[in-house]
């Protein structure tokens, strides 16, 4: 009974805008515990942020320093122990700050690698650079290559051969 006129008196006050003494301090104790939700979500969103990114930055370390890309069977699990993370804090974390998901985080550092490998060593063939960089096949390579480079391995190869000979003379 007493909620239902509760409800009944919460009606009238929105229907004529008025307010009711009675439900006044009601009324204030629900708002104050809307806004302190709101502040507790806020600083749970940012201690996630937080976590993510400090993921993410260990991920990155981790491939700039000891290249487990260049592993043909690199899988998450591989980054999970070395991180001490999860897989899915990882996943979210890269997919946060890249907006790709891990194979093509990983396909990216490998495209990456084999274009500074090109440069230091621009008598590689495809294919060398391709196993060297932690492909398992050419074709996965060119995909990736150009899904990043937009130009498969071979015409940019050849572009970056002839910018190096001109850069030399």
């Not at 009238?12 to 003494?21: E, H, K, P």
């Not at 093509?104 to 090109?118: A, D, G, K, P, T």
Request: aromatic share 12%.
């Amino acid at each position: 009974v007493l909620l239902t006129l509760e409800l009944v008196a919460v009606g009238l006050r929105m229907l004529f805008d008025t307010q009711f003494v009675i439900l006044q301090k009601h009324e204030n104790i629900i708002v104050e515990s809307m806004r302190i939700s709101q502040i507790e979500m806020c600083s749970n969103s940012s201690r996630e942020d937080q976590q993510y990114k400090d993921i993410y930055e260990r991920v990155v370390l981790h491939f700039e320093m000891s290249k487990p890309f260049l592993k043909g069977d690199l899988t998450i699990n591989d980054i999970v122990k070395v991180v001490f993370s999860n897989k899915v804090y990882i996943s979210k974390a890269i997919s946060h700050y890249t907006g790709r998901n891990f194979r093509q985080f990983v396909n990216y550092h490998r495209v990456m690698y084999s274009m500074e490998l090109f440069r230091k060593r621009p008598d590689l063939k495809v294919a060398e650079l391709s196993e060297q960089s932690g492909f398992n096949t050419v074709v996965s390579f060119t995909m990736a290559f150009r899904l990043f480079v937009n130009e498969t391995p071979s015409e940019w190869c050849r572009k970056e051969r002839a910018r190096l000979l001109k850069t030399k003379n």
